[in-house]
């Protein structure tokens, strides 16, 4: 799918798009203090003299924010720099007790990786400019007190990176894409939980329109307030219509901040937009240059885990899978583990795929769980135990259904146990089958004159009444040879 055909509307103008992403690293403690990261706990709780810039506290560098920081720029094939240097972002907000951002500017950990994403049947290589380390800030919460503002400084401190990608987005679909896929690789390589929701993965999109076919790159308007990869799309593509809407009426666009509101589905200004220089950046000088020797760095590499696409490949080759049921089973880390510890539990890998992309999200849907939840949910090897059950033939699909909506009913119940109870086990045995043949189709008269008469396109319903009377338990496959033997011959 092209971006024109995206765009659509507009197809004079052309959308430009940068993202930058701030991520949180999954790090016990601050960047550059001891006090807990944890979301979530009572407010000002998780602060110390370093996080309130008290006199005479200084900073130092958490190692573990090293390692996530490295790892995730390898995974975006960055070069990561042996020495990089913390900066003074200098800005004045009520939740940044310093009045300035412990971060990085000119020299960054690393820089020039790329990512590529799918957006229909094309494949679009974005570049990743830079990923460097900052703190964040803490958190103005404007509705607790009537007419007064409070601030949480538990955030103050917590450890960040921000990727910064090239202007090479040229539709809100892909920017939507690249966030998919950026999140994808962050969670396999175990950096952040990258979710939206708990603040731990953050956007501000940069947007400009420029004429189709121009390289011309124009004033551009930043969005923040973006709190997930829907209202990212469709900021931009406002954001978008906006610009062209203006340039078509003979109007210029200045650089500005613009602010998504969710409730109203509509951005608006904020303020102009800040350049570098607003920030006076300058060397940290309670913090030495950072040093990230080569030997770290390919450890770190070789540390890193097989990621969506190799995956894919190695499913396909592996279990005989097709590029699309691959694609469902690797779409979150943890449920990838999760398959590939029911596939190595037993002989039929394919029927292990089936289940976990079929009945295992079915049952984490329905119930709003993260895949993450699927081990808890059904434990891998009572999967394992149930897939074995049907292979084997000793239940039959229907009862395989009804077993595993046992098994998520009573997570204490085996696959075995039900079976026993419930009187699941498959029934192959002529005498019960066509008992049950006949007490359907003297259930059934109408259905039944028309199949013996000839009319086979009713066998499959006559099927899936023994199958309902037997309670799953009949052998599908001999009940059609024996059911076939009534018919009439043509």
């Known amino acids: 799918m092209s971006a024109a055909a995206i765009e659509g509307a507009r197809p ?18 601050k960047a550059f203090c001891a006090c807990s990261s944890s979301f979530g706990d009572p407010p000002n709780t998780n602060i110390c003299p370093v ?5 005479g506290a200084l900073p130092v560098l958490n190692d573990a924010c090293i390692e996530l920081a490295v790892r995730a720029a390898l995974a975006l094939g960055c070069t990561v720099h042996g020495t990089s240097v913390f900066a003074r972002k200098n800005y004045f907000y ?3 007790p310093k009045g300035y951002q412990i971060s990085q500017y000119d020299k960054p950990l690393a820089t020039g990786g790329a990512l590529e994403v799918t957006l229909g049947e094309a494949r679009h290589r974005i570049g ?5 380390m900052e703190e964040d800030a803490g958190k103005s919460i404007h509705d607790r007190f009537d007419g007064a503002t409070a601030i949480d400084l538990n955030r103050a401190g917590v450890p960040l990176i921000e990727i910064v990608s090239e202007p090479d987005l040229r539709a809100s679909a892909e ?5 998919r896929a950026l999140k994808q690789v962050l ?3 175990d950096i952040s939980d990258c979710s939206m929701e708990l603040g731990s993965l953050r956007v501000d999109a940069n947007v400009s329109a420029r004429p189709r076919g121009s390289a011309e790159l124009r004033s551009r308007t930043e969005i923040k307030n973006l709190n997930s990869f829907s209202a990212v799309e469709k900021a931009l593509e406002l954001e978008f219509a906006r610009h ?3 340039y078509e009426a003979g109007g210029t666009l200045s650089q500005q901040t613009m602010l998504w509101d969710a409730t109203r589905g509509e951005v608006r200004p904020a303020r102009s937009k800040e350049g570098s220089h607003d920030y006076r950046y300058f060397p940290e000088p309670d913090l030495p240059p950072l040093v990230v020797p080569a030997a770290r760095v390919e450890r770190e590499r070789r540390a890193l885990p097989e990621f969506p696409a190799a995956k894919i490949a190695r499913y396909q080759a592996e279990f005989g899978l097709a590029a699309g049921e691959a694609g469902v089973l690797v779409a979150s880390a943890p449920l990838a583990r999760y398959f590939e510890s029911v596939a190595e539990l037993v002989t039929q890998p394919r029927a292990a795929a089936n289940w976990v992309s079929g009945a295992v999200l079915q049952a984490l849907n329905e119930r709003s769980l993260d895949p993450a939840a699927a081990a808890s949910l059904v434990p891998a090897d009572r999967l394992a135990a149930l897939i074995g059950l049907a292979t084997a033939g000793t239940i039959s699909s229907s009862a395989a259904k009804a077993v595993f909506a046992a098994m998520l009913a009573d997570p204490e119940a085996t696959p075995a146990r039900i079976v026993q109870e419930q009187g699941l086990a498959q029934v192959s045995d002529d005498g019960a089958l066509v008992t049950w043949i006949d007490e359907v189709l003297a259930e059934h008269p109408d259905e039944a004159k028309r199949f013996l008469a000839g009319e086979r396109k009713l066998q499959g319903v006559l099927i899936g009444f023994v199958m309902k009377k037997s309670k799953g338990s009949a052998d599908p ?6 059911l076939a033997t009534r018919v009439a011959p043509p």
């Open 12 to 29: 004079a103008w052309e959308m430009v798009v940068g993202l930058e992403v701030h991520v949180q690293l999954r790090t016990e403690t």
């Open 51 to 55: 996080c309130l810039a008290l006199p």
């Open 175 to 179: 920017a939507g894409a690249y966030l």
């Open 128 to 132: 990743v400019t830079r990923v460097h």
């Open 244 to 246: 062209c809407a203006v």
């Open 94 to 96: 009520p939740d940044l």
């Open 477 to 482: 496959k001999r009940l059609s040879q024996l």
């Open 187 to 189: 969670e396999y390589a």
